[in-house]
């Protein structure tokens, strides 16, 4: 069989970050287009299906799109994810209402469906006529908690390697003192090991640092915890590709996001590979100040 022709239909709340994810993609080599007419969604779609090259494609869309229709785009999809030759993905870009109206009266932009009143009565009204493709969508990405910088990187995290058909695995660190990450489909609390914090030597070193690796590895618990969260994801990504799931984000925390969770992160990720996966790694606080306040909270 032929290479599959991977297309992903991103779309979302206005202002929630569609555009922001459609340049990543286009950066990383997808080819990319914007608010195209829905009517001419199976045409393109054929026609790029006629041809040789098989470069990933994603097409944007949102409630000011000509034709926009949700449950004509969501026939659409069904019948282009029954062929054999096609790798239909959907990814809905969504924010809590909020964030979106912040952001609105923020940059002093119209909203598209407020039409002479409100941001907020504009936000309500198109998260009603998009709820459709919200439940339908493959991938969800909520960036109510999210910069532009971190959408980024979550795209490019999950798309920059990822072939046809295999699993996308993000396995990260972060510190609880600065909050839990928004998108993590799996969190483990690595809290319950020594802190290196609390050693001088080790304060400025990370989780990378091999002071710090052999200080946990000494640590009374690490080991044999470390070896039960690693067996119950090999157990568990299988079962979550046999069900369709096609991204699974683990993520690892401790108090800071420096130590404990970024030492654990690197073995897990070393372990998926060694098992046949091939996960991205990312450290959220790690270039945070050891001595940071907010790193002295309790252990």
């Given at each position: 069989?032929?290479?599959?022709?991977?297309?992903m239909?991103?779309t979302?709340?206005?202002?929630?970050?569609?555009?922001?994810?459609?340049?990543?993609?286009?950066?990383?080599?997808?080819?990319?287009?914007?608010?195209?007419?829905?009517?001419l969604l199976?045409?393109?779609?054929?026609e790029?299906?006629?041809?040789?090259d098989?470069?990933p494609l994603?097409?944007g869309f949102?409630?000011?799109?000509?034709?926009?229709?949700?449950?004509?785009?969501?026939?659409?999809?069904?019948s282009?994810?029954?062929?054999?030759?096609?790798?239909?993905?959907?990814?809905?870009?969504?924010?809590?209402?909020?964030?979106?109206?912040?952001r609105?009266?923020?940059?002093?932009?119209?909203?598209?469906?407020?039409?002479?009143?409100?941001?907020?009565?504009?936000?309500?009204?198109?998260?009603?006529?998009?709820?459709?493709?919200?439940?339908?969508?493959?991938?969800?990405?909520?960036?109510?908690?999210?910069?532009?910088?971190?959408?980024?990187?979550?795209?490019?995290?999950?798309?920059?390697?990822?072939?046809?058909?295999e699993?996308?695995?993000?396995?990260s660190?972060?510190?609880?003192?600065?909050?839990?990450?928004?998108?993590?489909?799996?969190?483990?609390?690595?809290?319950?090991?020594?802190?290196?914090?609390?050693?001088?030597?080790?304060?400025?070193?990370?989780?990378?640092?091999?002071?710090?690796?052999?200080?946990?590895?000494?640590?009374?618990?690490?080991?044999?915890?470390?070896?039960?969260?690693?067996?119950?994801?090999?157990?568990?990504?299988?079962?979550?590709?046999?069900q369709?799931?096609?991204?699974?984000?683990?993520?690892?925390?401790?108090?800071?996001?420096?130590?404990?969770?970024?030492?654990?992160?690197?073995?897990?990720?070393?372990?998926?590979r060694?098992?046949?996966f091939?996960?991205?790694?990312?450290?959220?606080?790690?270039?945070?100040?050891?001595?940071?306040?907010?790193?002295?909270?309790?252990?």
């Amino acid at each position: 069989m032929s290479e599959r022709q991977k297309i992903m239909l991103v779309t979302g709340m206005s202002g929630a970050g569609k555009t922001t994810s459609l340049r990543v993609l286009e950066d990383l080599g997808w080819e990319t287009v914007d608010n195209f007419p829905i009517r001419l969604l199976r045409p393109l779609v054929r026609e790029v299906l006629a041809g040789q090259d098989r470069t990933p494609l994603a097409i944007g869309f949102d409630s000011r799109t000509r034709g926009f229709t949700p449950a004509t785009i969501v026939d659409i999809a069904k019948s282009l994810s029954d062929r054999d030759d096609l790798e239909l993905i959907t990814q809905f870009i969504d924010c809590n209402n909020t964030e979106l109206e912040r952001r609105y009266n923020e940059t002093r932009r119209r909203h598209p469906l407020a039409r002479g009143r409100t941001a907020m009565d504009g936000i309500r009204a198109e998260r009603d006529v998009l709820e459709p493709l919200r439940r339908w969508a493959d991938m969800l990405i909520d960036t109510s908690e999210l910069s532009a910088n971190e959408l980024q990187q979550f795209v490019r995290q999950n798309f920059e390697t990822q072939e046809a058909g295999e699993l996308s695995i993000t396995v990260s660190s972060f510190g609880f003192a600065r909050g839990m990450p928004p998108l993590a489909d799996l969190v483990f609390d690595m809290r319950f090991l020594d802190n290196p914090h609390w050693d001088g030597d080790l304060r400025e070193l990370t989780g990378l640092d091999e002071p710090v690796t052999q200080f946990l590895r000494r640590t009374d618990g690490f080991e044999e915890n470390f070896v039960r969260i690693r067996d119950l994801l090999l157990d568990l990504l299988p079962r979550y590709q046999a069900q369709g799931k096609s991204y699974v984000h683990i993520a690892f925390g401790c108090t800071g996001g420096r130590h404990r969770s970024v030492y654990t992160a690197e073995r897990i990720a070393h372990a998926l590979r060694e098992n046949g996966f091939k996960p991205t790694t990312a450290h959220r606080n790690l270039a945070s100040r050891a001595a940071d306040a907010v790193e002295l909270q309790t252990a």
